[in-house]
């Protein structure tokens, strides 16, 4: 059990609750309210509670279940495969390792019935070196032994892979390239989103115009870190949100199956061998057609 008592926060007890125990979402708060896991000086209350200062808040954990998972066989799309690495094209829509609200179906669930993948990142992330969102599209390091895994890894910190992305973004962008330098951390307004924040972790993402529209621009986008959303977040810091993104982007955006971004350009150094390797993954259909749809429809005139 967690104790804490309440000294300047008020307000309703849902929000003040994720000032309190950081860890737990809105969501998740609400959740624990319900199944009576907290109490406000040992009485259940709703999340409309108004806190006053001298309140006591218990929480009591939650038994955390254990995922087991599970070989699956679903169909990959493998770019390169050796002793030491696989290379995958993720498609839009798959979630990349098991967490909970997505225990099976995930690349994970299908690379585990596809190879032996390294033991670093523990059961839920074998051999996961970096991560893109569900509905981002495109290619993914995996490290298949222990060792890979280290080397991929330390290329990530030290800056030396290539991650080269294709987004499709609101607006038409003037500058023919340009540098985001824009630190990110969790948004202090949204736990489920990320935002630029004084104080967060650096970030930094090199961007190039591809080509331009009426409305809209299509650009590559260079990682230089891989922070948790970061090229949608920074696309938006700029003014231009990515096409089709639910947590970033407007309301009014062009029909897709979540944001237009693709891992296109794919580098790093063999673990073993040392030899550069580059790898590339065409737009999926989706991408095309939209891009297709603009030319006809929104080009400059």
């Given at each position: 059990?967690?104790?804490?008592?309440?000294?300047?926060?008020?307000?309703?007890?849902?929000?003040?609750?994720?000032?309190?125990?950081?860890?737990?979402?809105?969501?998740?708060?609400?959740?624990?309210?319900?199944?009576?896991?907290?109490?406000?000086?040992?009485?259940?209350?709703?999340?409309?509670?108004?806190?006053?200062?001298?309140?006591?808040?218990?929480?009591?954990?939650?038994?955390?279940?254990?995922?087991?998972?599970?070989?699956?066989?679903?169909?990959?799309?493998?770019?390169?495969?050796?002793?030491?690495?696989?290379?995958?094209?993720?498609?839009?829509?798959?979630?990349?390792?098991?967490?909970?609200?997505?225990?099976?179906?995930?690349?994970?669930?299908?690379?585990?019935?596809?190879?032996?993948?390294?033991?670093?990142?523990?059961?839920?992330?074998?051999?996961?070196?970096?991560?893109?969102?569900?509905?981002?599209?495109?290619?993914?390091?995996?490290?298949?032994?222990?060792?890979?895994?280290?080397?991929?890894?330390?290329?990530?910190?030290?800056?030396?892979?290539?991650?080269?992305?294709?987004?499709?973004?609101h607006g038409r962008i003037k500058e023919d390239s340009g540098t985001i330098k824009a630190?990110?951390?969790?948004?202090?307004?949204?736990?489920?989103?990320?935002a630029v924040v004084s104080g967060g972790r650096d970030a930094v993402t090199h961007f190039?115009?591809?080509?331009?529209?009426?409305?809209?621009?299509?650009?590559?986008?260079?990682?230089?870190?891989?922070?948790?959303?970061?090229?949608?977040?920074?696309?938006?810091?700029?003014?231009?949100?990515?096409?089709?993104?639910?947590?970033?982007?407007?309301?009014?955006?062009?029909?897709?199956?979540?944001?237009?971004?693709?891992?296109?350009?794919?580098?790093?150094?063999?673990?073993?061998?040392?030899?550069?390797?580059?790898?590339?993954?065409?737009?999926?259909?989706?991408?095309?057609?939209?891009?297709?749809?603009?030319?006809?429809?929104?080009?400059?005139?």
């Open positions: 059990m967690v104790e804490a008592t309440i000294t300047t926060q008020t307000g309703r007890l849902d929000k003040v609750l994720t000032t309190v125990f950081p860890q737990y979402s809105r969501s998740q708060i609400q959740q624990l309210l319900e199944q009576g896991n907290i109490l406000v000086n040992e009485t259940q209350q709703k999340g409309k509670y108004k806190v006053k200062a001298g309140d006591k808040i218990s929480l009591t954990e939650p038994e955390i279940k254990e995922l087991a998972v599970e070989p699956e066989n679903i169909a990959l799309d493998i770019v390169y495969e050796d002793d030491d690495v696989i290379v995958v094209d993720k498609p839009q829509g798959m979630v990349v390792h098991p967490a909970p609200g997505h225990e099976d179906h995930t690349l994970v669930n299908a690379l585990l019935y596809h190879c032996p993948l390294s033991t670093i990142n523990g059961t839920y992330r074998p051999g996961i070196v970096h991560r893109i969102d569900k509905d981002t599209s495109g290619l993914l390091m995996v490290a298949k032994n222990d060792q890979a895994h280290r080397s991929l890894a330390k290329q990530l910190k030290d800056k030396t892979n290539l991650r080269e992305y294709i987004a499709l973004v630190p990110l951390a969790r948004s202090p307004k949204d736990r489920k989103k990320q190039k115009v591809l080509k331009r529209y009426q409305d809209y621009t299509l650009v590559s986008c260079r990682l230089e870190t891989g922070r948790t959303h970061q090229i949608r977040v920074h696309m938006k810091y700029i003014g231009h949100p990515l096409v089709g993104d639910p947590l970033y982007g407007p309301k009014k955006t062009l029909k897709g199956k979540g944001q237009f971004l693709h891992a296109a350009k794919l580098g790093f150094a063999h673990p073993k061998t040392g030899e550069f390797l580059t790898f590339e993954a065409p737009l999926p259909e989706i991408f095309e057609k939209q891009l297709a749809y603009l030319d006809k429809t929104n080009e400059i005139k």
